[in-house]
């Protein structure tokens, strides 16, 4: 035979499902910002081009400053950023012209940085947090 239920097991019953979605909510998304950055000689068209990429990080000038130190950790000197992202970034270059891209995909970002470069571009470097 079940027993009746007092009022204080109906209010704890009534705070579990109300305390998951605050603590939802308060969690929001799970984004992480990415970040490229090169040694080109400030023009796009060298034919070496030296690069960092950092994902994982909480803000796009955490990523940044990643990108830098990893650029700069691989023997470049005149490392600057290019692209930061949430999700993905690209960067191509051709002899005249260089493209940066960003996007939901590695696919995405790739295509944009290609676009942007026109002509006859390769890219140097992508990838997706």
């Known amino acids: 035979m079940m ?6 097991q109906d209010r704890r019953m009534l705070r579990l499902p109300a ?3 605050l603590a939802l909510a308060l969690a929001g998304p799970a984004l992480a910002a990415g970040a490229i ?14 690069y960092g990429i950092s994902t994982g990080h909480g803000s796009r000038e955490a990523a940044a400053r990643g990108a830098l130190a990893e650029c700069r950790r691989a ?4 490392c600057r950023v290019v692209v930061r992202f949430d999700a993905c970034g690209a960067y191509a270059v051709s002899r005249s012209q260089f493209g ?12 944009m940085a290609q676009e942007e470069c026109g002509g ?9 947090d």
């Open 3 to 8: 027993g009746k239920r007092n009022r204080f």
């Open 19 to 21: 305390l998951a979605l």
């Open 37 to 50: 950055a090169v040694d080109d000689d400030g023009d796009g068209r060298s034919s070496e081009i030296g």
């Open 75 to 78: 023997g470049n000197d005149e």
């Open 100 to 111: 940066v891209g960003w996007g939901g995909s590695e696919r995405a970002a790739r295509a």
């Open 120 to 128: 006859d571009c390769r890219i140097v470097v992508s990838g997706c």
